[in-house]
């Protein structure tokens, strides 16, 4: 039985044992000891952080600063890199707004067609503003992208692609080294959003090497309203800004304001303090789980799941056979998603049901949506077997 024997130290979990929480993709919950670095940060050392010449500033600053080496580190980038955000969301939106040398009309973004909602909605925003062209990768029936598409699509106008680590309604482990590589190939950037990825496997930027690198504190156990972005220290520099405000500037007169050198000209005001301190000890919570052992039981879990699933009558599971994460989406025949949702609610078992903010990626597998089962690494089999019971009492009551 895979079973990290972790979930005692989730207190939500902790104080309901009758539930089986299958929504990590969503949105992990959090372990005590990030619960407790927030509460222990707020109870203790804070203060506006940066600007105070009093000594409870000062370890409010070392405590934020120290957030953000500790995330470098775990991400074998450097602390220069790592600007914080509110989330995944923003740090592309951010990258959208200030990408380096501007956008220039004709310029074409390629993304693909299994891209969630906020890896498309920015640069459609920008490609209004710029006259920019967008151009999609397909996605093959079991849940690849078709790299045949991308040497046609990739060329002297590609400035930028923009692609998910992994799915978060396929699963599907992506090749970014061969995109990194390819798009370097046309002189193009590259923007991966690491959203599924961070929370349950290791992540080195320096093999990875994409331009920009984002990621969200809610998915990776941490607290809401943190995130980050990771931007080359010989790529961030040439951005302007993305707000004004405090703390951002260099100077500031009447006449004209000067920034200062990236990170800081990218977190305007008083940043989310608590989160980032939080955040931090989720990663430390990671590593000494350990990543490695994560991945696998993750993995182990959706293997299961996706064989039980498979052995149902009318049930089609989406994204690669080869499961490469703890993310299992399927339909079964007769049940839409949300009523599907609503039965395994009833037997305790929380999954999401609908487009998973995916929709071009249903259209093109002619569904509305689907329902999704994500496995995070509190989850045991034991989760998988009252899915596995939800998904037939769903069966017979809509037979």
Not at 2 to 23: I, K, M, T, V, Y
Not at 288 to 314: F, K, N, P, Y
Not at 368 to 397: C, K, W
Request: aromatic share 8%.
């Amino acid at each position: 039985m895979s079973d990290l024997g972790l979930r005692q130290e989730f207190p939500l979990l902790a104080a309901r044992p009758e539930l089986h929480f299958l929504d990590t993709a969503a949105s992990a919950q959090k372990p005590r000891v990030v619960l407790e670095a927030e509460r222990e940060f707020y109870s203790e050392r804070y203060a506006n952080i940066h600007r105070g010449a009093y000594s409870l500033s000062v370890e409010a600053t070392d405590a934020y600063e120290g957030a953000r080496a500790r995330i470098a580190a775990f991400l074998n980038a450097s602390p220069r890199e790592v600007v914080f955000v509110r989330g995944a969301t923003e740090a592309i939106n951010l990258v959208a707004h200030s990408f380096p040398g501007g956008w220039r009309e004709g310029d074409e973004i390629v993304l693909t067609e299994m891209e969630h909602h906020a890896n498309i909605v920015p640069w459609q925003l920008a490609a209004q503003r710029s006259g920019l062209v967008i151009r999609v990768v397909p996605v093959t029936e079991d849940g690849r992208l078709e790299l045949g598409a991308l040497d046609r699509i990739l060329g002297p106008r590609t400035r930028l692609v923009a692609v998910g680590h992994i799915s978060n309604a396929l699963g599907t482990l992506n090749p970014v080294e061969h995109l990194v590589r390819r798009a370097r190939e046309v002189g193009a950037m590259v923007l991966v959003d690491g959203a599924q990825s961070v929370p349950g496997r290791k992540v080195d930027l320096a093999e990875l090497d994409p331009d920009f690198f984002v990621f969200s504190g809610h998915k990776t156990y941490g607290p809401t309203g943190i995130g980050v972005l990771v931007g080359r220290n010989d790529v961030l520099p040439k951005m302007p800004p993305y707000q004004g405000g405090g703390d951002m500037i260099a100077k500031v007169s009447f006449e004209g304001t000067t920034f200062k050198l990236p990170p800081g000209r990218f977190e305007a005001g008083t940043p989310n303090i608590a989160g980032a301190v939080g955040l931090a000890r989720a990663l430390d919570f990671l590593e000494e789980t350990g990543l490695d052992r994560i991945e696998a039981h993750e993995r182990a879990l959706a293997v299961e799941a996706r064989s039980r699933l498979l052995q149902l009558d009318g049930t089609t599971v989406y994204g690669p056979e080869d499961v490469q994460s703890g993310i299992v989406s399927f339909n079964v025949a007769g049940v839409h998603p949300h009523d599907m949702a609503t039965v395994l609610d009833q037997q305790g078992v929380a999954i999401r049901a609908g487009h998973h903010c995916c929709q071009p990626l249903w259209h093109r597998y002619g569904v509305p949506g689907s329902a999704r089962a994500s496995f995070g690494l509190y989850n045991t089999m034991a989760d998988v077997e009252a899915l596995i019971e939800g998904v037939q009492a769903a069966q017979r009551l809509f037979a």
